[in-house]
């Protein structure tokens, strides 16, 4: 009795493990074939197979989206998010850079494959082609085409100007011939001031043909007992003497050195570069060296480059220093003002008396390899430097 109780008992456990709907759940238990337990699992509503286990022997094993799908009851409509385990995403990771660098790799080469595509190496030792023979190459013509040159408007200029270019005279003295009736311009008297001519017109004056003069530039470094003056009857030496063989033009001196001053002193028959150099405005500076009769205190030397007030004015030196290696009664000032004897009259208003005057740089110009008494003709680097003064 007690035996068929205990089996009794162990027959309803087994059975309640088996669950409903498996064949034996009442009856005594009995061994299930292979084919029954696999139509049992596949029959099994929840798929949890056998005993209702996940992992037991033969039992399916469900991946992350179904356990996803299993935790939310499948409910429409609702997301359902995978987290990637840490070694996935190193792997998705590596792959992609992977890819990355093999594209970016493949693009490099196509580069290099265009840019080398189409031309011809040159080894080592071997003779490159000429400028030519590759232009023919690549189809363009070698020849030297002509280059079509547009007429410029022709300049017109003043009659006034036209005859002072000439180097008859100065621009009033020409108005006053034009006034007179003296000048003809391409066999017509002009007597209107202000006329103005282009270059190629024939101008006459008192029935002689007249052209333009080339512009002339020459530097001099004038001697001492010699005046700066175009014509001096009175006068024993003229600076005109020292540069009579310079050209055929007629030209000017640029300002004025006293007699007794020496040093650079520009000639030249540009009216209007003359003006520029001369004009207060433009304050174009020049460098003399001065030698007096005592030596200069440093009070005096502060007092020039502040300034002193003189009979016509207030003046002040753009700079002024002793010179090196000479005496300190030898000092040299930097001065942009054009007044008369302006230099001597400011030592002279501080108790000095000038004994050498010497002008050693004009608009930055130097008497660099001159000697004293000669003379040479600018170069055009140095007009050019003056006109842009």
């Given at each position: 009795?007690?035996?068929?109780?205990?089996?009794?008992?162990?027959?309803?456990?087994?059975?309640?493990?088996?669950?409903?709907?498996?064949?034996?759940?009442?009856?005594?238990?009995?061994?299930?074939?292979?084919?029954?337990?696999?139509?049992?699992?596949?029959?099994?509503?929840?798929?949890?197979?056998?005993?209702?286990?996940?992992?037991?022997?033969?039992?399916?094993?469900?991946?992350?989206?179904?356990?996803?799908?299993?935790?939310?009851?499948?409910?429409?409509?609702?997301?359902?998010?995978?987290?990637?385990?840490?070694?996935?995403?190193?792997?998705?990771?590596?792959?992609?850079?992977?890819?990355?660098?093999?594209?970016?790799?493949?693009?490099?080469?196509?580069?290099?494959?265009?840019?080398?595509?189409?031309?011809?190496?040159?080894?080592?030792?071997?003779?490159?082609?000429?400028?030519?023979?590759?232009?023919?190459?690549?189809?363009?013509?070698?020849?030297?085409?002509?280059?079509?040159?547009?007429?410029?408007?022709?300049?017109?200029?003043?009659?006034?100007?036209?005859?002072?270019?000439?180097?008859?005279?100065?621009?009033?003295?020409?108005?006053?011939?034009?006034?007179?009736?003296?000048?003809?311009?391409?066999?017509?008297?002009?007597?209107?001031?202000?006329?103005?001519?282009?270059?190629?017109?024939?101008?006459?004056?008192?029935?002689?043909?007249?052209?333009?003069?080339?512009?002339?530039?020459?530097?001099?470094?004038?001697?001492?007992?010699?005046?700066?003056?175009?014509?001096?009857?009175?006068?024993?030496?003229?600076?005109?003497?020292?540069?009579?063989?310079?050209?055929?033009?007629?030209?000017?001196?640029?300002?004025?050195?006293?007699?007794?001053?020496?040093?650079?002193?520009?000639?030249?028959?540009?009216?209007?570069?003359?003006?520029?150099?001369?004009?207060?405005?433009?304050?174009?500076?020049?460098?003399?060296?001065?030698?007096?009769?005592?030596?200069?205190?440093?009070?005096?030397?502060?007092?020039?480059?502040?300034?002193?007030?003189?009979?016509?004015?207030?003046?002040?030196?753009?700079?002024?220093?002793?010179?090196?290696?000479?005496?300190?009664?030898?000092?040299?000032?930097?001065?942009?003002?054009?007044?008369?004897?302006?230099?001597?009259?400011?030592?002279?208003?501080?108790?000095?008396?000038?004994?050498?005057?010497?002008?050693?740089?004009?608009?930055?110009?130097?008497?660099?390899?001159?000697?004293r008494g000669k003379w040479r003709l600018l170069s055009p680097r140095e007009v050019s430097y003056l006109k842009m003064k």
């Amino acid at each position: 009795m007690r035996r068929e109780n205990m089996g009794g008992s162990n027959s309803g456990r087994r059975a309640a493990r088996r669950g409903p709907g498996v064949p034996g759940a009442e009856g005594p238990s009995r061994r299930i074939p292979h084919a029954s337990r696999s139509a049992a699992r596949s029959a099994s509503p929840s798929g949890t197979g056998e005993e209702g286990r996940p992992g037991g022997r033969g039992i399916k094993r469900f991946s992350g989206a179904e356990k996803g799908r299993i935790a939310t009851g499948n409910q429409p409509g609702k997301k359902v998010v995978r987290r990637e385990a840490p070694s996935e995403k190193r792997a998705f990771r590596r792959a992609t850079l992977g890819e990355e660098r093999a594209r970016a790799s493949k693009r490099t080469m196509e580069r290099k494959t265009s840019h080398t595509s189409g031309k011809k190496l040159v080894l080592r030792g071997e003779k490159r082609p000429t400028r030519s023979q590759l232009l023919r190459e690549l189809g363009h013509t070698t020849e030297r085409q002509e280059k079509l040159h547009t007429p410029l408007k022709e300049e017109l200029i003043r009659l006034n100007r036209f005859i002072s270019n000439a180097g008859v005279c100065s621009r009033r003295e020409a108005d006053k011939f034009i006034a007179a009736g003296v000048v003809k311009v391409n066999g017509q008297i002009v007597t209107e001031l202000g006329t103005k001519v282009s270059p190629t017109d024939e101008v006459r004056f008192d029935d002689q043909l007249i052209t333009p003069e080339r512009k002339v530039y020459v530097l001099l470094n004038k001697p001492k007992d010699v005046v700066t003056t175009t014509d001096d009857p009175h006068a024993e030496h003229t600076v005109m003497e020292l540069v009579k063989g310079a050209c055929e033009e007629r030209i000017y001196p640029v300002g004025r050195l006293d007699r007794n001053t020496t040093g650079l002193l520009l000639f030249t028959n540009d009216g209007e570069l003359s003006k520029k150099l001369t004009h207060p405005s433009h304050k174009v500076s020049k460098v003399y060296q001065v030698t007096l009769d005592k030596s200069v205190s440093v009070a005096d030397i502060k007092t020039i480059a502040d300034g002193i007030e003189l009979d016509d004015g207030f003046i002040a030196a753009d700079g002024i220093t002793f010179v090196e290696g000479q005496d300190k009664d030898t000092v040299g000032i930097e001065i942009h003002s054009g007044r008369h004897r302006i230099v001597r009259r400011i030592f002279e208003a501080l108790g000095y008396r000038v004994r050498a005057l010497d002008r050693v740089s004009f608009a930055g110009l130097t008497k660099k390899n001159l000697p004293r008494g000669k003379w040479r003709l600018l170069s055009p680097r140095e007009v050019s430097y003056l006109k842009m003064k």
